[in-house]
């Protein structure tokens, strides 16, 4: 049957004390209601609306990735059955079911949603239910001696032998097409004078209308986000998800518990990631790559067989098969290493071309740097391309060698087979297998060290 997901997400999240929308906060990289929005658009809903409040502008841009999401403000904070109401003209015409969902609840299940519109049935209300062994703080489930439910108390409102209840109600409902008539019976007649979704338990059961509860045997879909602590223990839970899922499709992770990635990231059979690695983006692992320990990837794009040794910090940028850098080598965007080239520790690249056998053993900048096939940078390079207002590309011909502490002030041209010496500074051409030396001559000044030493005694 086709249905309608209602998303509320108009919540001040004034208990995370952030200028940061609540519905806004990041977990493994996506903002929480993401979560929701995405398990709405699985579950095959025909219309998907949020309810924002706090920050509209921030989340219809968040979620802008999405297509065919529906917006709608809740000017005050006047309780959830309140937020439900300023869907009913997004929905004008649909004559399907209504699910509602928490927009900070991003552990509800897709089968969650799809099981509320197969209990619900034609007409009549259902809501997820949940046993906890310490119900303290939730809103316990009524029923009758058939086993309907009947009712749902607050904690508070609670007697002593209603509080032995273990059943609780989860916060996601399904509504048959009737559901904005009886929102106008809702009452705000308890202490927050607020209007809540509970309360049309009792509107549909004066209508004769059946109640069906759905149990749930997940109790993380019943975990919101109020707080940092709960930001952070649902992200634990997303994270040890997706490094199981890896796991069982042939990823080594040595101290997975250490290892941090997005869902955005994809690895295949026999990678191999080290303690500390983090894994952000799009990137994407090639079969039998080794990432080292607390190497932080953003974007990469990693073909198989790819060695990555600890403390690469890459962002943006392309590795062939059979290369590898590290350790302490740093991408930024940009760079593309060839088959079997070799960047060393403490070299940092951006914008640059590495070809085939090329290597950078140490301590090197290459900035805006086409490198040739086979050659080989010395400790210490430093390619000069910017000059204040403008960057300017250098090229580095096939089989090429820089001497230790060369400067190549871009633009320049080395020729293939070209050296350049040692210490030099170079901004000309350099042609074919020619030798480039551009520093000063050595002089040394024979007993001028003792001459001096005598003159200060």
């Given at each position: 049957?086709?249905?309608?997901?209602?998303?509320?997400?108009?919540?001040?999240?004034?208990?995370?004390?952030?200028?940061?929308?609540?519905?806004?906060?990041?977990?493994?990289?996506?903002?929480?209601?993401?979560?929701?929005?995405?398990?709405?658009?699985?579950?095959?809903?025909?219309?998907?609306?949020?309810?924002?409040?706090?920050?509209?502008?921030?989340?219809?841009?968040?979620?802008?990735?999405?297509?065919?999401?529906?917006?709608?403000?809740?000017?005050?904070?006047?309780?959830?059955?309140?937020?439900?109401?300023?869907?009913?003209?997004?929905?004008?015409?649909?004559?399907?079911?209504?699910?509602?969902?928490?927009?900070?609840?991003?552990?509800?299940?897709?089968?969650?949603?799809?099981?509320?519109?197969?209990?619900?049935?034609?007409?009549?209300?259902?809501?997820?239910?949940?046993?906890?062994?310490?119900?303290?703080?939730?809103?316990?489930?009524?029923?009758?001696?058939?086993?309907?439910?009947?009712?749902?108390?607050?904690?508070?409102?609670?007697?002593?032998?209603?509080?032995?209840?273990k059943?609780?109600?989860?916060?996601?409902?399904?509504?048959?097409?009737?559901?904005w008539?009886?929102?106008?019976?809702?009452?705000?007649?308890?202490?927050?004078?607020?209007?809540?979704?509970?309360?049309?338990?009792?509107?549909?059961?004066?209508?004769?209308?059946?109640?069906?509860?759905l149990?749930?045997?997940?109790?993380?879909?019943?975990?919101?986000?109020?707080?940092?602590?709960?930001?952070?223990?649902?992200?634990?839970?997303?994270?040890?998800?997706?490094?199981?899922?890896?796991?069982?499709?042939?990823?080594?992770?040595?101290?997975?518990?250490?290892?941090?990635?997005?869902?955005?990231?994809?690895?295949?059979?026999?990678?191999?990631?080290?303690?500390?690695?983090?894994?952000?983006?799009?990137?994407?692992?090639?079969?039998?790559?080794?990432?080292?320990?607390?190497?932080?990837?953003?974007?990469?794009?990693?073909?198989?067989?790819?060695?990555?040794?600890?403390?690469?910090?890459?962002?943006?940028?392309?590795?062939?098969?059979?290369?590898?850098?590290?350790?302490?080598?740093?991408?930024?965007?940009?760079?593309?290493?060839?088959?079997?080239?070799?960047?060393g520790?403490?070299?940092?690249?951006?914008?640059?071309?590495?070809?085939?056998?090329?290597?950078?053993?140490?301590?090197?900048?290459?900035?805006?740097?086409?490198?040739?096939?086979?050659a080989?940078?010395?400790?210490?390079?430093?390619?000069?391309?910017?000059?204040?207002?403008?960057?300017?590309?250098?090229?580095?011909?096939?089989?090429?060698?820089t001497?230790?502490?060369?400067?190549?002030?871009?633009?320049?041209e080395?020729?293939?087979?070209?050296?350049?010496?040692?210490?030099?500074?170079?901004?000309?051409?350099?042609?074919?297998d020619?030798?480039?030396?551009?520093?000063?001559?050595?002089?040394?000044?024979?007993g001028?060290?003792?001459?001096?030493?005598?003159?200060?005694?």
């Amino acid at each position: 049957m086709k249905h309608a997901v209602v998303i509320l997400a108009a919540g001040l999240g004034t208990r995370m004390k952030s200028k940061l929308p609540k519905m806004l906060h990041p977990l493994l990289g996506k903002p929480m209601v993401a979560y929701v929005v995405e398990t709405a658009l699985r579950s095959g809903a025909e219309k998907v609306v949020v309810v924002v409040g706090h920050g509209l502008e921030q989340v219809r841009e968040a979620l802008g990735g999405y297509k065919g999401l529906e917006f709608v403000v809740q000017e005050q904070q006047l309780g959830t059955a309140h937020a439900l109401k300023q869907a009913r003209k997004a929905l004008r015409g649909f004559k399907g079911p209504v699910v509602v969902v928490q927009g900070d609840t991003p552990l509800t299940s897709v089968e969650t949603l799809t099981g509320l519109v197969e209990a619900l049935g034609k007409e009549g209300m259902a809501l997820l239910t949940m046993r906890l062994e310490n119900p303290t703080g939730y809103g316990r489930i009524l029923r009758d001696k058939r086993g309907e439910i009947i009712a749902n108390i607050e904690h508070k409102d609670a007697t002593p032998e209603q509080r032995e209840i273990k059943e609780i109600n989860a916060g996601v409902y399904c509504f048959d097409s009737h559901v904005w008539e009886a929102l106008e019976h809702v009452s705000n007649d308890n202490a927050a004078g607020e209007y809540y979704l509970p309360d049309l338990i009792r509107v549909y059961r004066e209508r004769g209308k059946r109640v069906v509860g759905l149990l749930s045997d997940d109790p993380s879909e019943l975990l919101g986000i109020n707080t940092r602590a709960q930001l952070a223990e649902v992200e634990h839970i997303l994270l040890q998800r997706l490094r199981e899922h890896w796991m069982n499709q042939g990823v080594r992770m040595i101290q997975p518990q250490t290892i941090y990635l997005e869902p955005t990231v994809e690895l295949a059979p026999d990678v191999t990631l080290w303690p500390g690695v983090i894994l952000r983006g799009n990137t994407r692992i090639g079969e039998g790559c080794e990432i080292g320990a607390y190497c932080v990837l953003s974007d990469m794009v990693l073909e198989p067989h790819v060695t990555l040794r600890p403390h690469v910090v890459a962002e943006k940028s392309h590795m062939k098969s059979g290369s590898d850098a590290g350790p302490f080598a740093r991408f930024r965007p940009g760079v593309l290493i060839e088959e079997e080239a070799h960047v060393g520790n403490f070299v940092e690249m951006k914008n640059t071309h590495m070809r085939r056998g090329a290597k950078a053993g140490h301590v090197s900048y290459l900035g805006d740097t086409d490198i040739g096939e086979g050659a080989n940078i010395g400790a210490g390079t430093v390619v000069a391309n910017y000059d204040g207002q403008r960057k300017h590309k250098t090229v580095i011909g096939k089989g090429a060698f820089t001497g230790s502490n060369s400067t190549l002030v871009a633009p320049l041209e080395v020729g293939d087979g070209a050296y350049i010496a040692a210490g030099s500074t170079v901004n000309k051409n350099i042609p074919q297998d020619a030798l480039a030396i551009a520093r000063a001559r050595q002089e040394n000044k024979e007993g001028y060290v003792k001459r001096l030493r005598s003159r200060g005694s």
